[in-house]
Every structure is written in structure tokens, then in C-alpha cells.
Nanobody, 128 residues
Framework: QVQLVESGGGLVQAGDSLTLSCVAS??????????MGWFRQAPGKEREFVAA????????YYTDSVKGRFTISRDNAKNTVALQMSSLKPEDTAVYYC???????????????????WGQGTQDTVSS
């Protein structure tokens, strides 16, 4: 079983930057064999895809609303994945979840049902 723990959320103003981190731990797993993603859920809305990075870090994917503002990265030696967020907007306010799945080159990175492991979430609030 893989445990994912997010950190870095907080209250910021519009236009500010924030970096979320997620560290993976557990028995008998290899972080470098996991595709990793970030999802978010705003109050009253369904959970939505934000960004994903493949197992090697060679490919990354973003939802249109965050392209050019958010950057996902990973460090397989440290079992971590990060989401750098800049030019934050009030509509970015949500609980952000880190998710992982066994690498799947045929899967769709933006489908939350394809992810097996989830963190508890971290709140990010952007004030106007």
C-alpha cells in the first residue's frame, strides 16, 4: 500500500504563488513506477484534474485553466511530486489531492478513476 501525504496549502492572495508537495511512502513500492497526478475539488463541485506527470518525469499534462501558471515536477530519489502554482486566482481555491497509479502508457492521465492511491488533501484558498 502506498501512502501519500500532501503539504504546502494555505491562504494566499490573487496573483501570489504557492507550491504543494506530496511525499509517498509505504512497503514494497517503487515510486519511479508510479504516474502521479494532482486533482482538486472546490466547494460544491466535483473533483477535477489539474496536472499529471508520468513515471519518469518525461511527460506532463495540464488542464487548460492552469496551463502556463502551474508546473508539476517529481523527484524519484526523494519519492516526491510537487505542484508549483503561480498567478493564482480565486477560482483556484480548492482542496488539492495528490494521486498515484502504476504506470500506464495507455491510460488517460486526467481520469481520477484510474488512480489507485490518494492523499488526504490540502486546502488552498486564494483571496481576491
Amino acid at each position: 500500500q502506498v501512502q501519500l501525504v500532501e503539504s504546502g496549502g494555505g491562504l494566499v492572495q490573487a496573483g501570489d504563488s504557492l507550491t504543494l508537495s506530496c511525499v509517498a511512502s509505504g512497503r514494497s513500492f517503487t515510486f519511479g513506477l508510479l504516474d502521479m497526478g494532482w486533482f482538486r475539488q472546490a466547494p460544491g463541485k466535483e473533483r477535477e484534474f489539474v496536472a499529471a506527470i508520468n513515471w519518469s518525469g518525461g511527460s506532463s499534462y495540464y488542464t487548460d485553466s492552469v496551463k502556463g501558471r502551474f508546473t508539476i515536477s517529481r523527484d524519484n530519489a526523494k519519492n516526491t511530486v510537487a505542484l508549483q502554482m503561480s498567478s493564482l486566482k480565486p477560482e483556484d481555491t480548492a482542496v488539492y489531492y495528490c494521486a498515484g497509479r502504476i504506470l500506464n502508457t495507455r491510460g488517460t492521465y486526467n481520469n481520477d478513476h484510474e488512480y489507485d492511491h490518494w492523499g488526504q488533501g490540502t486546502q488552498d484558498t486564494v483571496s481576491s
